[in-house]
């Protein structure tokens, strides 16, 4: 069981950090024109939908899994950064990002300025992605453990 709840842990961090990176390399390039700007702002909200709630929830999930059967502390450093950063990506997620992206979609469709928009994203995403690579670390190493 252990191999299994530890295969699919990775997989949902890979999938979250895999699907982050790819939304920071394309905002840029999809920014240059509204039509391609609405379209990639409604995809990056429903990629929210279809891929990082999914990853983070299995990630939140298998992580707990892990705790339970290799009996280890929910106190544990590393197990608080893991939760920190699903709840921090949570917010994030529907508190921000998704409005965000609506937001950058009409402003795009109204011909309007998105630069500010796409800065906040980006300096966001940056921040998160620094989380995210920290509870790899902090997993990786069993930080507090």
């Given at each position: 069981m252990h191999g299994i709840l530890l295969w699919l842990h990775i997989l949902a961090a890979a999938t979250w950090i895999g699907a982050a990176v790819a939304v920071l390399f394309l905002a840029p390039r999809m920014a240059v024109s509204a039509a391609?700007?609405?379209?990639?702002?409604?995809?990056?909200?429903?990629?929210?939908?279809?891929?990082?709630?999914?990853?983070?929830?299995?990630?939140?999930?298998?992580?707990?899994?892990?705790?339970?059967?290799?009996?280890?502390?929910?106190?544990?450093?590393?197990?608080?950064?893991?939760?920190?950063?699903?709840?921090?990506?949570?917010?994030?997620?529907?508190?921000?990002?998704?409005?965000?992206?609506?937001?950058?979609?009409?402003?795009?469709e109204a011909g309007s300025e998105t630069t500010g928009l796409y800065a906040r994203m980006r300096t966001l995403g940056l921040a998160e992605l620094a989380l995210l690579a920290f509870t790899v670390y902090a997993m990786a190493v069993r930080l507090g453990a």
């Open positions: 391609s700007g609405q379209a990639f702002a409604l995809q990056w909200v429903e990629m929210g939908r279809k891929v990082f709630t999914p990853a983070a929830i299995l990630a939140l999930a298998t992580g707990i899994g892990l705790v339970i059967t290799d009996d280890l502390s929910f106190s544990s450093a590393f197990v608080s950064i893991g939760f920190l950063a699903v709840i921090v990506g949570g917010v994030l997620g529907a508190r921000v990002y998704a409005p965000m992206g609506r937001k950058i979609a009409a402003a795009h």
